[in-house]
């Protein structure tokens, strides 16, 4: 769209007084979906080690939906900001200092904690991957971050094949990529949590061996311990889910749906210390950019070959962020929603 640049209308036929846009979605109340709204934004041009990507495909995700809320306002974003972290789509404009090969390639990338709703998005050149061939922009925004922090959540707990999983959490998108990993690397068991027994049967065909339901329950033959635990709940729910470890069992806790853990949760390990047991955090900040980039490229090229199956909830276009919002509020949504420009 190329509306007249208001500072000059006088000369609308003359391209200097020609401002472009793009279309955009922004944040402009805290509370409920009703405060993102569909505005024209200045087209974006790369900065110096940037590149411009023409848009296809936008992955919805959980922290959409936090600064959206204003749940992250303490920590400075502000209203009037754009959401979305994770995109695909082609390469149309390098920055300075970036190789001008881009223009053209198809890539992932992550723009940061915002600025992914949007047709035309910028993102540091560190922070892109390029497609296989046989990879959809769409696939490619489902698996992209979740697949690298399932990958180094099971590494961060040193999974190892022949051993127990259980994924607490498993049917958004990081537990439904653990739960493949965890099948594909030979795991003995992969118990998972769900709501639904319809979720179950699912994360079945992923890979899952066993189903129980949120507070860990069911599962019939399911082992009674385990040698890793992956949770992305958290919440007050988190320590008997820690007591289900084996001996010298890792918990390790990626996400927290369900907010923090109970204050004393830290004493669970000196109580069983006879087990030496493990926790720990994890979060994919603390891993480099271009190990990130590696572990995304092999999983991309995994997806292609059709080893990895990317679990698209539902396609909307960009203009539909709002009832995006909603079914992510609603807990409605199995894998990912992704918005097409
Ligand atoms: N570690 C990292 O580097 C990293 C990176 C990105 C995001 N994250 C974190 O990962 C989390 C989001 O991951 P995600 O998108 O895969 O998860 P998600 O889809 O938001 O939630 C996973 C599943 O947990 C279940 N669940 C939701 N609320 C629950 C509750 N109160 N009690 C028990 N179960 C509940 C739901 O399944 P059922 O209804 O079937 O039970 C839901 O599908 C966030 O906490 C985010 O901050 C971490």
């Known amino acids: 769209m190329n509306p007249v640049n208001p500072e000059n209308p006088e000369n609308p036929e003359n391209p200097e007084n020609v401002e472009t846009t793009v279309k955009a979605i922004v944040i402009q109340a805290y509370g409920g979906p009703e405060g993102l709204a ?8 790369p900065a110096a080690g940037q590149v411009l990507i023409a848009v296809e495909a936008v992955g919805v995700g959980g922290v959409d939906i936090l600064l959206r809320s204003g749940a992250l306002a303490a920590y400075g974003y502000k ?9 695909a789509g082609t390469v149309t404009a390098v920055g300075d200092g970036v190789d001008t090969s881009w223009i053209g390639r198809r890539v992932w990338a992550f723009t940061g904690t915002g600025g992914g709703y949007v047709e035309e998005a910028v993102a540091r050149v560190e922070d892109i991957s390029p497609l296989p061939a046989d990879l959809s922009a769409v696939d490619a925004v489902t698996l992209g971050s979740s697949g690298v922090v399932a990958h180094y959540g099971l590494a961060h707990a040193h ?10 959490g498993a049917a958004g998108s990081i537990g439904i990529m653990t739960v493949q990993l965890a099948a ?9 949590t769900t709501s639904s027994a319809d979720r179950g049967e699912r994360l079945r065909k992923l890979g899952a061996t066993h189903v129980l339901d949120r507070s860990g329950k069911g599962g019939q033959d399911a082992p009674t311990g385990y040698d890793v635990v992956i949770d992305i709940v958290a919440g007050d729910g988190m320590p008997s889910f820690f007591d289900r470890l084996d001996p010298n069992g890792r918990m390790v806790t990626v996400g927290a749906v369900a907010g923090q853990p109970p204050a004393d949760f830290g004493m669970k390990l000196m109580a069983s210390f006879q087990k030496s047991l493990s ?12 190990d990130r980039g590696a572990v995304r490229s092999e999983q991309f090229a995994a997806a292609a070959r059709g080893e990895l199956t990317s679990v698209v909830h539902e396609l909307l276009p960009l203009d539909q962020a709002v009832p995006a919002h909603r079914k992510m509020d609603a807990g409605e949504v199995f894998g990912r929603i992704v918005l097409t420009p």
């Open 279 to 290: 926790f720990a955090v994890f979060s994919a900040a603390s891993v480099s950019e271009a």
């Open 38 to 45: 569909v505005v024209d934004l200045p087209a974006p041009a």
């Open 184 to 192: 594909r690397g030979g795991a003995a068991a992969v118990a998972v």
């Open 79 to 87: 209203e009037g900001l754009v959401p979305g972290s994770e995109v």
């Open 159 to 168: 999974f190892a094949p022949g051993e127990t999983v259980l994924v607490r």
